[in-house]
């Protein structure tokens, strides 16, 4: 058992054939009355027990955090894939297998804690390493760049992309005016806005997103020297997206869709995994590099500065407890180990202060620490003392340093730099105090061309969706005209006039003073289009079953795809058993109208008699099922019955709408479809359909 969940073990309480009792020990005789002046009496103050369990109720909440309200989490472990001293002293990374326990939380940013999980947002990507010589955090996002370069612009920008302060609306989405007023004042939003408005703003699960560190930061190896790098996180099941109109879908019928598909995937065995990679800055690179590398909105493409992975990890056990793990869990920008340390990216010195300090109102006081899920798995010592909430029983007479009463401990580690003490970079500061931002910060639209240049056509449509959308919701036409003509005309002149003709916005472009614009290479790594696993493991395939269906060709099927790690869900018009046409009836997991096609990746359908197939021609939702699917760009096959999709819904037969006679014959051509994610070349004609 890992050092993590071993320590999690002595809080643990599972009350079986235990009576209860007060929090204080007293059994309790009756739980569902109040003790009264009769039965029929007013009930009595002196009545602790009932006091007691209504105050502890009245208390239950905590504030949820001011952005990333809404997240999930899981316990996991990180693999060192190498010894990694070279780079970094950093003990996680020391040698090859080492095993490091974990927990990692993802989130939306604008949310609250109740919203739902497939809004349009960056996503967080936050991750706590017990490390050996202390918790580590990397408190990153899915989009490798941020709105804003320097810290003391966060709290404005999250006010104007939260819900409007006058009717909290909308629930944690950006269609609106304040977020769009923001960014268009503030032309530095530029680059990670286009992220957002792309495919990466609408995740398919929780295990299909890439995340990133974001800032720059410093690798210090034990000889002092110090390496600047990114961190960078890629999933090993590839990096894939949902549809918009999925994306809305699904919020209404499943606002926890992926906290659902998270917990579900580890509870089956099928372990989410990332590869961890650093992204190497050596001075030669630096000097190519036409952006600063301090500067938080730019980042560092991977033909430029190679990608190298250093270690995975595993989520592999979800929490016992959501409120005590998920909830408690306090990340921090500052916890850092020897071995890694900050760059000056004033975005991320702001965020040093921020974190430790919002958890001090979120989890009450300064003894979060002593949270059991925040606890390091190492031993910890020193001075601090007292508090709200305070656990530990310091013993011996000495609260201080200096001291000769015990010893003079606890103390600092002697030779800090080399038995394992934390010592900053010792670089060699001599400035001037100033208010000033650097003048290598002031490009603000280069790399948004660069990202946008870098999509295939139909990410590029979906961007001009994304804002269309989006600015479609603002009601103030002055910010619609703003964005249009003062803000995406910077970015890319086609993406201004397609966005433009869908609001009826005529391009004019204003002026804007100061743009300093270089012609940047597109980055081929990062379309999605090259992100993808190569294999349908972890995908989810609906397996529309019925009475009189083939359930021998359900079963092949079945078992045909989980032999390629997918999961397939037998889903029935009602949760009821189906007779199959050779005999044996077939137990669905749920029906077609409560496991709706938009929470899978594909969709089957056996072979059936004529009597089947007819009552299928006249059945709305198992039609509806088929069209929606077809629109959302899946992965179809019919084993038989092709009637139906030739005479009754008339669809056209491509690479992803697969007929066949029997299992055998669609199955290479499904899973082959399936690897592609979504059937590309349908999307014109798909939106001819009304689904
Ligand atoms: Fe932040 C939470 C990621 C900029 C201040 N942030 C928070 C979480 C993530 C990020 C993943 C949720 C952690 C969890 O699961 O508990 N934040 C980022 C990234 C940023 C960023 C990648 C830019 C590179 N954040 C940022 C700035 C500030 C903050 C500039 C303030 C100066 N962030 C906070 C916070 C939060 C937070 C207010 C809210 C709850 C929390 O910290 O624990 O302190």
Redesign the pocket.
């Known amino acids: 058992m890992d050092k993590k969940i071993e320590q999690l073990k002595c809080f643990e309480s599972s009350p079986k054939g235990e009576n209860s009792t007060t929090n204080f020990g007293v059994k309790i005789s009756n739980d569902e009355n109040t003790l009264k002046a009769g039965p029929r009496g007013p009930s009595l103050l002196e009545d602790f027990v009932f006091r007691e369990k209504m105050t502890h109720f009245d208390h239950e909440r905590i504030p949820e955090?001011?952005?990333?309200a809404r997240?999930s989490?899981a316990h996991g472990y990180f693999v060192s894939y190498a010894d990694h001293s070279n780079l970094t002293k950093a003990s996680f990374l020391s040698a090859k297998d080492k095993k490091t326990p974990l927990f990692a939380?993802?989130?939306t940013v604008q949310g609250p804690r109740g919203s739902a999980d497939t809004v349009r947002d960056v996503r967080?990507?936050?991750v706590k390493f017990y490390t050996d010589e202390g918790n580590f955090d990397i408190?990153?996002?899915n989009i490798p760049v941020?709105f804003?370069q320097d810290?003391i612009s966060?709290?404005d920008f999250v006010h104007a992309g939260k819900m409007e302060q006058q009717n909290e609306m909308p629930t944690g989405g950006s269609a609106h005016d304040t977020f769009y007023d923001y960014i268009s004042l503030k032309p530095e939003t530029a680059h990670t806005v286009m992220w957002v408005m792309s495919d990466r703003g609408i995740p398919l699960s929780i295990r299909h997103l890439q995340a990133?560190?974001?800032?720059t930061y410093r690798l210090i190896n034990a000889q002092g020297k110090s390496t600047f790098i990114k961190w960078f996180w890629k999933p090993l099941s590839g990096t894939l997206s949902l549809l918009w109109d999925e994306a809305q879908k699904i919020a209404g019928k499943n606002g926890d869709y992926h906290r659902k598909r998270l917990w579900d995937d580890i509870e089956a065995g099928d372990f989410p995994q990332w590869e961890l990679c650093v992204q190497i800055l050596s001075d030669e690179i630096i000097e190519k590099f036409e952006f600063d590398i301090l500067d938080?909105t730019k980042f560092i493409p991977e033909e430029l500065a190679p990608v190298t992975p250093v270690g995975r990890m595993v989520l592999n056990k979800n929490p016992d407890n959501f409120f005590a793990e998920t909830e408690q869990?306090?990340?921090?920008v500052s916890h850092v180990v020897p071995g890694i340390d900050f760059s000056n990216d004033p975005?991320?010195q702001?965020?040093i202060?921020?974190?430790l300090?919002?958890?001090l109102s979120?989890l009450g006081g300064p003894n979060f620490n002593e949270i059991p899920i925040n606890r390091p798995v190492c031993p910890f010592a020193n001075t601090q003392r007292d508090g709200i909430h305070r656990m530990t029983i310091n013993k011996g007479g000495a609260n201080y340093f200096p001291n000769s009463i015990d010893g003079n401990y606890p103390r600092p580690k002697e030779e800090a730099s080399v038995k394992g003490g934390f010592l900053p970079y010792p670089e060699k500061i001599d400035a001037v105090k100033t208010y000033k931002r650097s003048e290598t910060f002031n490009d603000h639209f280069s790399q948004a061309t660069m990202f946008w240049n870098s999509m295939s056509q139909h990410e590029k449509n979906h961007i001009v969706d994304g804002f269309s959308f989006e600015l479609s919701k603002v009601t103030r036409r002055n910010i619609v005209e703003r964005v249009v003509n003062e803000f995406l005309i910077n970015i890319d002149k086609t993406l201004a006039e397609k966005v433009g003709k869908n609001l009826g916005v005529t391009v004019e472009p204003k002026v804007t003073k100061n743009i300093q614009k270089k012609l940047v290479k597109p980055s081929p790594a990062i379309s999605q289009v090259n992100l993808l696993s190569g294999d349908i493991a972890s995908r989810r395939i609906a397996v529309l079953i019925f009475d009189g269906c083939d359930t021998e060709d359900v079963m092949s099927f079945k078992k045909e795809m989980e032999k390629r790690d997918a999961h397939v869900d037998l889903l029935a018009p009602s949760n009821a058993p189906v007779r199959g046409c050779d005999g044996p009836s077939l137990t669905p997991k749920s029906s077609w109208v409560s496991e709706p096609s938009i929470f899978y990746d594909a969709v089957y359908v056996p072979s059936c008699g004529q009597e089947s197939l007819e009552l299928l021609q006249h059945n709305g939702d198992f039609l509806h099922y088929i069209l929606e699917s077809y629109k959302h760009l899946k992965t179809i096959a019919f084993s038989g019955c092709p009637s139906i999709i030739k005479e009754t819904l008339r669809l056209k037969q491509d690479l992803g709408l697969i007929l066949g006679q029997g299992w055998r014959d669609v199955v290479e051509a499904f899973t082959y479809s399936l690897a592609h994610h979504r059937v590309w070349e349908r999307e014109s004609l798909a939106s001819t359909i009304p689904a």
Do not use: E, K, M
């Open positions: 955090r001011i952005v990333h997240g989490g939380r993802v989130s967080g990507f936050a408190v990153g996002n941020f804003v810290a966060f709290p990133f560190g974001v800032h938080p869990i306090a990340f921090c975005l991320l702001g965020r202060f921020s974190y300090d919002t958890q979120r």
